[in-house]
């Protein structure tokens, strides 16, 4: 017996053209949804990153945060230390744990009047991104900066305007000497600079709650601003002609411009400095941190001034 030939080539029809594959999609969606307590946005296109409907993300197209957006700290050790340092959050988001650190962030948000949120894990996975959370994260407050013409107040302020300092922890350090030494307020460029986030709150060590933060677009012309408010603007610089102790002007309005550690203050800034001032060193370090050389320079400037 002979097979009978075939016609013609057989064509397979592709899985997406046959009637039951909108079907079989749609159930292996909402199982996903079910298992990870996020719903899928459905087919997306080729190159588009993959989200959940209603998450809010703090972030514009193009990838930038956005400055009043919230922040979320994420794990039981960092949230537990923002909140000892005195954080101010919005809510904590938590997962129910016998964990001592747990319950001891539980016991402070509520002390501190903070919002407590108890959740799963897939909740949890979509707020910190899939971030490793250890069941614990806290939104914090967006920070609201003042005006820099606000920092002009009374009548002999002391601004010190940071230049290039793009580690929140230095910043946070800077606010703490600021605080300590009786500055006014402090000024940063709204590029190229660090922003008061959760690391800066932790190390200024709470100080930031009255220290007021001003942002420019643009520090030199600001620089130029405070200068014709009757401001004596003096650069700290390694190279610089005077010592930081034998500045003029010193009890006056005043402000003190910080470069960063590594590049120092950018050619434009130091241009529009009225002197540039250096720390007498005598031992065999090159440079200090910016944040250690900022608070030697205001315990210097508040010396002179209450003299």
């Given amino acids: 017996m002979t097979k009978k030939g075939k016609k013609g080539p057989s064509v397979t029809a592709k899985a997406e053209d046959r009637h039951w594959h909108g079907k079989r999609v749609k159930a292996r969606n909402a199982k996903n949804a079910s298992r990870t307590g996020s719903r899928t946005l459905g087919p ?27 922040e979320l700290v994420h794990g039981r050790n960092p949230v537990l230390e923002a909140l000892r340092e005195g954080v101010p959050g919005t809510t904590l988001y938590y997962m129910a744990d016998s964990d001592e650190r747990v319950r001891e962030a539980i016991k402070l948000a509520a002390d501190r009047g903070i919002a407590l949120l108890e959740c799963g894990k897939p909740e949890l996975d979509r707020l910190t991104d899939r971030a490793v959370h250890q069941g614990l994260a806290l939104q914090v407050k967006p920070f609201r900066y003042a005006h820099p013409d606000d920092l002009l107040q009374g009548t002999a302020p002391l601004i010190v305007a940071l230049d290039g300092i793009t580690d929140a922890r230095n910043l946070g350090a800077i606010v703490r000497s600021a605080a300590a030494f009786g500055a006014s307020g402090i000024l940063l460029p709204e590029r190229r600079s660090a922003s008061i986030n959760a690391g800066a709150w932790k190390t200024s060590a709470g100080t930031l709650a009255n220290m007021p933060v001003a942002r420019c677009t643009n520090l030199t012309r600001q620089l130029k601003a405070y200068q014709d408010a009757g401001c004596f603007v003096a650069g700290l610089d390694a190279h610089g002609g005077s010592s930081i102790a034998n ?20 050619r434009l800034v130091t241009d529009h400095c009225d002197i540039l001032a250096h720390i007498p060193m005598f031992g065999h370090a090159e440079s200090l941190n910016a944040g250690i050389a900022a608070g030697i320079a205001l315990y210097e400037l508040a010396r002179q001034r209450h003299s």
């Fill in 247 to 266: 500045i003029p002007a010193a009890d006056g309005p005043f402000v003190l411009v910080v470069g960063s550690e590594g590049k120092g203050l950018s």
């Fill in 44 to 70: 997306r296109k080729p190159g588009s990153r993959p989200g959940t409907v209603g998450q809010d993300r703090p972030e514009r197209p193009g990838g930038t945060r956005r400055p009043d957006a919230p």
